[in-house]
């Protein structure tokens, strides 16, 4: 995917840098032959390119917000040059236009120990339209390349933007970055800072000071916050909110804080989703006039109303909490984002006399939610909350892989605000269902021609359900490519229960493979080669984050090996068991007449790790690994 330095939703901008001290701050159009040739002790020896320096200011002035942004970027590598585009929106209307200067240049070594310049041109530069008043003012540097250095320099003045974030850490290196406010320009907004206490640089009016202090709310107190020498953001396994572990500056427009109260008591009365709801309601009791919803006890109504919403209407794939449609145009077209559906789906509960009612979060990829600051903004899905029974269910329409009461993993284990008539509460928005996958095989040997026959059938439910309903798409051709890196012949394949999300998904194949490591009077059987893990899927030194696994999982396998006629049992692994409070294994082999029986387990006893368990998770997975993985020997009698 192309990388494009945007500046987002009001002047964001994305770049990296290092090793400068303020004293060293580079200024605009300076640039010597050895900035072109010099080298930095990256962690990451292959980053296309680095960030060195970045520097930001906030300020009020006219009426006006303005940012003032000024970037370096060395290209290291040929793979580096996306990182000389830049997107920066900008508001226009007939009435207001943000007043927006660029300046850039791109510098290359030249002979002699020049530096060949290359300046901005119009012609790099492009505005294109997005909405009826946002634009992006499109950037492409000239004559980037392996080598080139990248200065680019913007003031943009809105009434209409508002303060935007302000990231360290970024995709590639940063050496230095900074951002400098006054409290003029913050005083509407709550400052949320992420991982302050790894600033390099917390200062007010040029003074040192340790993290989190607040100025005395004078006009004039000026703000900086600055990191050096940061890594590039890499790719965590098992962490699904790294957005709230890297750091950054995360200004909320706001007059007061808001409490949960009011943010119930606003949203009842929003068009979009109390008065939708209320709509919903009213709708509701045309649609399921003829449904036979009374042929049902509660929890009943609840799984047909969910699978009635996910058969006729079909989810866009966008998120948001209100509905982005109007009622009769979502019935009208089948089609809306989550807030259309989910809001829609308490309307038909409600209306069959269900307890039903909104639960607004953040996604898990966009990072949790502080309870502290919980602005209206910061939450960008719903789901339903029901009960019946005295049971609490979470349901989304929007996820058609999933059992009724399984929300889509983006909203498993958030914290999630609901919103009844009269009060609110904080929950935890559970997953009812542990992953499990099993499989049942049965071998048999021909000795003679060195070929091992197997039949298998797979289960799949919870998540690894849902993996694999979304792989497999109702797509023969998908099925068979899920073998197409095994070492055997596949002879038949098939899958059931893909639509009957509330049965486990099953896939039963059938294979041919010839046998290696088999002597003239000895067949040597590895029962597990084709089913088990291989590979152990932690594979850190250090964990400094939590382990997510989103859900419970276990794992098991059953294998039955049919003994040639002529060939007795030599060797079978040893039987074990573990079980301990993060884990359990269990591994058993013994012969019943002419049969072996083969029976494992793996699982995982919780669905987040602390950190601290990293170590032995990858530990128990390794013995996992090499436990599963021993042969079986038969011997010619």
């Known amino acids: 995917m192309k990388n494009i330095y945007v500046i987002v939703a009001a002047l964001v901008l994305f770049t990296p840098m290092r090793l400068y001290s303020q004293d060293t701050i580079p200024k605009f159009g300076k640039v010597e032959y050895s900035d072109l040739t010099r080298t930095y002790d990256l962690k990451d020896k292959e980053a296309p390119a680095c960030v060195v320096h970045e520097e930001g200011r906030y300020y009020f002035a006219n009426g006006r917000f303005f940012r003032d942004v000024y970037i370096r970027i060395h290209i290291l590598k040929q793979a580096g040059i996306e990182y000389a585009d830049f997107e920066i929106p900008f508001f226009s209307s007939a009435a207001h236009i943000d007043r927006l200067t660029v300046e850039g240049c791109t510098y290359n070594p030249g002979p002699n120990n020049m530096v060949i310049r290359t300046p901005l041109d119009k012609i790099n530069i492009l505005d294109e339209k ?44 940063v050496l230095y970055s900074q951002l400098r406010y006054d409290e003029a320009s913050a005083q509407n907004y709550a400052m949320i800072f992420r991982r302050e206490e790894d600033f390099d640089v917390h200062s007010i009016n040029g003074k040192d000071v340790a993290a989190g202090a607040k100025s005395s709310k004078r006009f004039f107190d000026t703000f900086t916050y600055a990191m050096r020498d940061i890594d590039a953001l890499e790719e965590v396994d098992f962490l699904r909110n790294a957005v709230d572990y890297r750091p950054g500056i995360h200004p909320q427009k706001v007059t007061v804080f808001p409490s ?91 209306a069959a006399g269900i307890e039903a009612y909104p639960v607004i979060l953040r996604k898990m990829s966009d990072g949790q939610i502080n309870k502290d600051y919980p602005f209206i903004d910061f939450f960008n899905f719903v789901v339903v909350q029901a009960t019946a029974g005295g049971k609490t269910y979470y349901l989304d329409a929007t996820d058609t892989c999933t059992p009724f009461d399984m929300v889509s993993r983006e909203c498993i284990n958030t914290e999630g605000l609901v919103l009844k008539s009269e009060t609110e509460e904080w929950v935890v928005i559970t997953n009812p269902h542990p992953s499990v996958s099993f499989a049942d095989m049965t071998l048999t040997i021909d000795p003679v021609s060195g070929i091992i026959s197997g039949d298998v059938v797979e289960s799949y439910s ?7 309903r979304q792989w497999y798409g109702g797509d023969r051709e998908r099925l068979e490519a899920m073998f197409k890196d095994k070492d055997f012949i596949l002879t038949e394949v098939s899958a059931e229960n893909y639509n009957n999300v509330e049965l486990p998904f099953k896939i039963t194949y059938g294979f041919e493979a010839e046998m290696t490591g088999t002597g003239a009077d000895k067949i040597f059987i590895e029962p597990l080669a084709h089913l088990a893990p291989k590979d ?50 269990i591994f058993s082999a013994d012969a019943d007449g002419n049969t072996v029986h083969i029976n494992a387990m793996f699982s995982f006893k919780y669905a987040v790790y602390r950190p601290s368990d990293y170590d032995m998770l990858k530990k128990y997975y390794g013995d996992m690994i090499n436990l599963f993985s021993g042969n079986i020997i038969l011997r010619k009698n």
Do not use: C
Not at 543 to 564: E, G, N, Q, T
């Open 260 to 350: 949960p109260s009011e943010l119930r008591e606003n949203l009842s009365d929003h068009a979009s989703f109390g008065k939708y709801i209320k709509s919903s309601v009213k709708e509701a009791g045309k649609l399921m006039a003829a449904s036979g919803l009374d042929n049902y006890d509660d929890a009943g109504k609840i799984k047909a109303i969910v699978r009635y919403v996910r058969n006729n209407y079909t989810w866009d794939g966008t998120g948001g909490k209100y509905a982005y449609d109007k009622l009769s145009g979502f019935l009208k077209k089948k089609t809306g984002n989550a807030g259309n559906l989910n809001l829609f789906l308490i309307g038909m509960l409600q």
């Open 536 to 585: 152990n899927i932690f594979k850190e030194t250090q964990r400094k984050f939590p382990i997510d696994l989103v859900a419970r999982s276990m794992s098991s396998y059953k294998v039955s090996i049919a003994i040639p006629e002529g060939y007795d049992v030599e060797y079978l692994p040893e039987s074990k068991t573990i079980d301990t409070r993060e884990i359990s294994m």
């Open 130 to 173: 997005v909405d009826e008043n946002i634009f992006i003012r499109k950037i492409v540097m000239p004559d980037a390349r392996e080598g080139s250095l990248i200065e680019l320099h913007y003031n943009q003045g809105s009434y209409y933007f508002v303060m935007p974030p302000w990231e360290f850490q970024k995709d590639i290196p």
């Open 462 to 468: 919870g998540l690894d359900a849902v993996r694999e």
